[in-house]
């Protein structure tokens, strides 16, 4: 510590004052005392050497005065006495004893832990420390005047160590742990390491030296002292034998001697697998059997060789090293339970060879070059497999067949001939058929006895160039098994169809082409097949040979180029130009035949690229410019216009002339709002008016308005229409006096029927006219309406002749 300047000492009690150093002095002087006992200071002794080398050169040297003598104070922890523990004393030389002085301490526990006698400067610990929890304790001191509280010293500072005793065990943090060594490890082998902590003081006595020992796992394994690292102490440990070990450790403080505190720990150590376990087969023979029906790829047996170890340590690879089974058998390993599978390779007979032997080999792998010497990593085994007899299906003599029949070929022509025996001892006939699914359209026959293929119809080759069909070969007598097998067919070509041009598109050509331009460049195709060396020739029909506007050359590559001869072609002339091409195929026999080539005239721009050929696929541009975007645009606008005009007046022309008050409108609705009942109907106009237009000497009062005065029928105005003969006449004064009438009914009834005019044959068509008794009616006048009427007079004309005929029936 610092020299401090207040001027005091310190008395320290108990075992802790053996321990305190003097840090320094100030001025005055000091002692420490131990049980009232005086002892200088050793640094008084470093001050007087320091005054005697200065005074041997001759000069006097003056020591100053100290104040405090200042240590490191210690404290036993864990002290459980009855009384507070005494950790010292302040006292200043300002002090004179009556009392006028007052310490004050301050800093970590005080008031709390230590307490200050404010008189006497005692200073004690009030409670049971622990050095664990806190090691010191920084306390500042200070005296001051005990009625004015002003410093007579400046406060100093001072540390308070508690003194550490053995009362924490070791411990092991981290355990229990868990080890793994592989197995068969030299002695020595380290395993792994533990370590245990103690809290304790570990600077102070041997109360955190640890010593490490093995309570549990002897004779396999040892731990160092001194480190705490487990080491195996027992040669070749094999995992098959134990694989888990159990070992407790313990680690005691106080260097290990009796006293010392002591905490353990568990390490479950694991043996890890190594390859030091060759394969091993159970048996050295296995018997097997296969029967003689089984086909390639079905399993015969499984084997398999014990091993051990491990994963792939464990791992045992199967092969056949020897045998007379070697090319008709197979092995393979089964990836989920590491069995060798026997799987047949070809067909075995039964009449042929009954038994057969393999040697078998199982090794593994992988292999520790540490424990080669342990060897050999392999194992071997006998198989013995015998053939069973069973009744087997007949066999054809080829696996498949292959025929070729010539296209067009009459019905009847043979086409090859399939074979098959009974391979079993009785050696029974066989009987062929062709299965239905595998010929449909039933081309093919086979002859049930010999086997014999043949056509039913001519084969086309350009419809179906290959027949793949099954023929079935049944065992007659036993099980009737059967067996099948494939025939394809080839339908040889024949030279029966005519080339022709290989796409039809037409031909665009400029007004503006030029003499000797290729314009087109035909090729042709033929359904047949083309022989080596065989090419299509072009010519010209003969009928167009002397034309002047076109010519062919055959290209000798199976094309030929259309020329133009002349120039000066005109679309408004002739737009279309049609051109017979004969095509040869040079084949056997020699087909041709005659295409005819379609050649337009375009109109073309500067560039001779086509703008129009009056045919719509050519003349839609690849894109649209702006104005005809924008004339598009403007059409589209005019029809929405007309379309919102006309339903403007559609919405207009629904709307009521006279606007009703509610109930009013609800009224006329009901009124108003009826189809027509025709001559029954007697309540929406007054039919009598109309039939009898004399007496139409009233009038009808409006329900819509009330009228203020009433207009008198004109004079005359009935006589007028009674003697009228005309109903035009009477019905255009009708409409004028109902117009000009407010009190006249809101609705012209009259209006309903129509009225063909004064240049009709047929006059007037309203019924109104007509009374109400069916018998009183005559429709005799229709007959002279014209041809319009013919109809209604012969519906209606015609009842008297009807009843006529009855009467003259019930007379007769």
Same mark, same amino acid.
């Given at each position: 510590m610092a020299m401090l300047p207040l001027r005091a000492f310190l008395v320290l009690v108990g075992i802790s004052?053996?321990?305190?150093?003097?840090?320094?002095?100030?001025?005055?002087?000091?002692?420490?005392?131990?049980?009232?006992?005086?002892?200088?200071?050793?640094?008084?002794?470093?001050?007087?050497?320091?005054?005697?080398?200065?005074?041997?050169?001759?000069?006097?040297?003056?020591?100053?005065?100290?104040?405090?003598?200042?240590?490191?104070?210690?404290?036993?922890?864990?002290?459980?006495?009855?009384?507070?523990?005494?950790?010292?004393?302040?006292?200043s030389d300002v002090d004179s004893g009556v009392g006028n002085i007052k310490y004050i301490l301050s800093g970590e526990g005080a008031g709390t832990i230590f307490v200050i006698d404010d008189k006497t400067g005692n200073i004690h610990a009030t409670k049971t420390l622990d050095r664990e929890e806190q090691a010191q304790y920084t306390l500042t001191a200070q005296a001051v005047n005990r009625d004015t509280n002003k410093p007579l010293e400046p406060p100093s500072e001072f540390i308070v160590k508690v003194q550490d005793i053995n009362d924490n065990p070791p411990e092991f943090l981290h355990g229990p742990y868990y080890a793994r060594v592989p197995e068969m490890s030299n002695v020595g082998t380290s395993v792994m390491q533990v370590t245990a902590t103690d809290a304790d003081d570990?600077?102070?006595?041997?109360?955190?030296?640890?010593?490490?020992?093995?309570?549990?796992?002897?004779?396999?394994?040892?731990?160092?002292?001194?480190?705490?690292?487990?080491?195996?102490?027992?040669?070749?440990?094999?995992?098959?034998?134990?694989q888990e070990y159990d070992v407790l450790i313990q680690a005691k403080d106080m260097g290990g001697h009796m006293g010392g505190l002591s905490g353990t720990t568990q390490v479950k150590i694991t043996l890890t697998d190594v390859n030091d376990n060759p394969p091993k087969f159970p048996q050295s023979v296995y018997p097997m059997s296969v029967s003689e029906d089984k086909v390639p790829g079905e399993e015969v047996g499984r084997l398999k060789a014990k091993d051990p170890d491990l994963g792939d340590n464990g791992m045992v690879?199967?092969?056949?090293?020897?045998?007379?089974?070697?090319?008709?058998?197979?092995?393979?390993?089964?990836?989920?339970?590491?069995?060798?599978?026997?799987?047949?390779?070809?067909?075995?007979?039964?009449?042929?060879?009954?038994?057969?032997?393999?040697?078998?080999?199982?090794?593994?792998?992988?292999?520790?070059?540490?424990?080669?010497?342990?060897?050999?990593?392999?194992?071997? #085994? =006998?198989? %013995?497999?015998?053939?069973?007899?069973?009744?087997?299906?007949?066999?054809?003599? $080829? *696996?498949?067949? !292959?025929?070729?029949?010539?296209?067009?070929?009459?019905?009847?022509?043979?086409?090859?001939?399939?074979?098959?025996?009974?391979?079993?001892v009785a050696n029974n006939p066989v009987r062929y058929m062709i299965p239905l699914h595998t010929d449909i359209e039933r081309f093919f026959s086979v002859n049930a006895d010999?086997?014999?293929?043949?056509?039913?119809?001519?084969?086309?080759?350009?419809?179906?160039?290959?027949?793949?069909i099954s023929v079935s070969a049944t065992e007659i007598g036993g099980h009737h098994q059967d067996n099948k097998v494939h025939v394809h067919i080839k339908v040889k070509d024949v030279n029966d169809n005519p080339?022709?041009?290989?796409?039809?598109?037409?031909?665009?050509?400029?007004?503006?082409?030029?003499?000797?331009?290729?314009?087109?460049?035909?090729? #042709? =195709?033929? %359904?047949?097949?083309?022989?080596?060396?065989?090419?299509?020739?072009?010519?010209? $029909? *003969?009928?167009? !040979?002397?034309?002047?506007?076109?010519?062919?050359k055959d290209n000798r590559n199976s094309t030929a180029s259309i020329y133009v001869l002349r120039k000066g072609f005109s679309r408004l002339t002739q737009d279309v130009y049609y051109l017979p091409i004969e095509i040869n195929d040079n084949g056997f026999p020699a087909m041709s035949s005659t295409n005819t080539l379609t050649i337009r005239v375009c109109s073309c721009n500067s560039e001779d690229v086509i703008v129009s050929c009056n045919v719509e696929p050519y003349v839609l541009p690849a894109?649209?410019?702006?104005?005809?975007?924008i004339a598009i645009l403007a059409c589209i606008v005019i029809l929405l216009a007309i379309v919102v005009l006309f339903v403007a007046l559609r919405r207009q022309k629904k709307e009521p002339l006279i606007v009703f008050e509610e109930e009013d409108i609800r009224e006329n609705i009901i009124t108003y709002d009826d189809e027509g009942g025709g001559e029954e109907d007697t309540e929406a106009f007054d039919i009598a008016t109309l039939q009898n237009p004399d007496g139409a000497n009233g009038f009808l009062p409006r329900k819509d308005i009330k009228p203020e005065l009433q207009f008198p029928l004109r004079p005359g105005a009935g006589h007028t229409a009674a003697n009228s003969v005309d109903v035009d006449d009477f019905i255009k004064s009708r409409i004028a006096e109902a117009d000009g009438d407010p009190t006249a009914p809101p609705y012209d009834s009259i209006?309903?029927?129509?009225?063909?005019?004064?240049?009709?044959?047929?006059?007037?068509?309203?019924?109104?006219?007509?009374?109400?008794?069916?018998?009183?009616?005559?429709?005799?006048?229709?007959?002279?309406?014209?041809?319009?009427?013919?109809?209604l007079a012969d519906l209606y004309g015609t009842k008297d002749c009807f009843m006529d005929d009855d009467d003259d029936e019930e007379d007769s």
């Amino acid at each position: 510590m610092a020299m401090l300047p207040l001027r005091a000492f310190l008395v320290l009690v108990g075992i802790s004052a053996l321990c305190s150093v003097a840090l320094g002095t100030r001025r005055g002087n000091a002692a420490l005392d131990h049980r009232g006992h005086r002892h200088r200071h050793p640094g008084h002794l470093s001050l007087h050497r320091h005054r005697q080398r200065a005074g041997k050169e001759g000069q006097v040297l003056h020591r100053s005065k100290r104040g405090w003598v200042w240590n490191q104070f210690f404290v036993i922890e864990e002290y459980t006495g009855p009384d507070s523990v005494l950790v010292g004393r302040l006292h200043s030389d300002v002090d004179s004893g009556v009392g006028n002085i007052k310490y004050i301490l301050s800093g970590e526990g005080a008031g709390t832990i230590f307490v200050i006698d404010d008189k006497t400067g005692n200073i004690h610990a009030t409670k049971t420390l622990d050095r664990e929890e806190q090691a010191q304790y920084t306390l500042t001191a200070q005296a001051v005047n005990r009625d004015t509280n002003k410093p007579l010293e400046p406060p100093s500072e001072f540390i308070v160590k508690v003194q550490d005793i053995n009362d924490n065990p070791p411990e092991f943090l981290h355990g229990p742990y868990y080890a793994r060594v592989p197995e068969m490890s030299n002695v020595g082998t380290s395993v792994m390491q533990v370590t245990a902590t103690d809290a304790d003081d570990p600077t102070y006595g041997n109360s955190a030296r640890l010593v490490y020992s093995i309570l549990q796992g002897q004779p396999y394994f040892s731990v160092e002292s001194q480190t705490g690292i487990i080491r195996t102490a027992l040669p070749n440990m094999d995992r098959e034998a134990r694989q888990e070990y159990d070992v407790l450790i313990q680690a005691k403080d106080m260097g290990g001697h009796m006293g010392g505190l002591s905490g353990t720990t568990q390490v479950k150590i694991t043996l890890t697998d190594v390859n030091d376990n060759p394969p091993k087969f159970p048996q050295s023979v296995y018997p097997m059997s296969v029967s003689e029906d089984k086909v390639p790829g079905e399993e015969v047996g499984r084997l398999k060789a014990k091993d051990p170890d491990l994963g792939d340590n464990g791992m045992v690879n199967y092969r056949l090293v020897d045998g007379d089974g070697l090319g008709v058998f197979e092995m393979s390993t089964d990836s989920e339970t590491r069995e060798a599978v026997i799987k047949l390779k070809k067909h075995v007979d039964f009449e042929t060879k009954r038994s057969y032997t393999l040697k078998v080999e199982g090794s593994n792998p992988y292999i520790d070059p540490q424990y080669i010497a342990w060897g050999p990593y392999k194992d071997e #085994a =006998t198989i %013995k497999i015998s053939v069973e007899d069973a009744d087997e299906p007949p066999a054809f003599v $080829a *696996p498949s067949y !292959t025929f070729e029949v010539a296209e067009n070929a009459p019905e009847g022509t043979q086409v090859g001939r399939v074979h098959a025996k009974d391979t079993d001892v009785a050696n029974n006939p066989v009987r062929y058929m062709i299965p239905l699914h595998t010929d449909i359209e039933r081309f093919f026959s086979v002859n049930a006895d010999d086997g014999m293929i043949t056509t039913t119809r001519p084969l086309d080759r350009e419809a179906q160039a290959w027949h793949n069909i099954s023929v079935s070969a049944t065992e007659i007598g036993g099980h009737h098994q059967d067996n099948k097998v494939h025939v394809h067919i080839k339908v040889k070509d024949v030279n029966d169809n005519p080339p022709e041009f290989a796409t039809n598109n037409e031909v665009l050509m400029c007004e503006t082409v030029i003499p000797g331009k290729v314009i087109e460049t035909v090729s #042709a =195709t033929d %359904k047949d097949e083309m022989a080596h060396r065989q090419h299509f020739t072009f010519s010209l $029909a *003969p009928e167009v !040979t002397h034309n002047n506007n076109f010519s062919v050359k055959d290209n000798r590559n199976s094309t030929a180029s259309i020329y133009v001869l002349r120039k000066g072609f005109s679309r408004l002339t002739q737009d279309v130009y049609y051109l017979p091409i004969e095509i040869n195929d040079n084949g056997f026999p020699a087909m041709s035949s005659t295409n005819t080539l379609t050649i337009r005239v375009c109109s073309c721009n500067s560039e001779d690229v086509i703008v129009s050929c009056n045919v719509e696929p050519y003349v839609l541009p690849a894109g649209l410019s702006t104005g005809a975007l924008i004339a598009i645009l403007a059409c589209i606008v005019i029809l929405l216009a007309i379309v919102v005009l006309f339903v403007a007046l559609r919405r207009q022309k629904k709307e009521p002339l006279i606007v009703f008050e509610e109930e009013d409108i609800r009224e006329n609705i009901i009124t108003y709002d009826d189809e027509g009942g025709g001559e029954e109907d007697t309540e929406a106009f007054d039919i009598a008016t109309l039939q009898n237009p004399d007496g139409a000497n009233g009038f009808l009062p409006r329900k819509d308005i009330k009228p203020e005065l009433q207009f008198p029928l004109r004079p005359g105005a009935g006589h007028t229409a009674a003697n009228s003969v005309d109903v035009d006449d009477f019905i255009k004064s009708r409409i004028a006096e109902a117009d000009g009438d407010p009190t006249a009914p809101p609705y012209d009834s009259i209006q309903i029927y129509g009225y063909e005019g004064r240049g009709s044959l047929a006059g007037s068509l309203s019924s109104l006219e007509s009374v109400t008794t069916e018998s009183d009616l005559d429709y005799d006048y229709l007959q002279s309406w014209g041809p319009r009427f013919k109809k209604l007079a012969d519906l209606y004309g015609t009842k008297d002749c009807f009843m006529d005929d009855d009467d003259d029936e019930e007379d007769s």
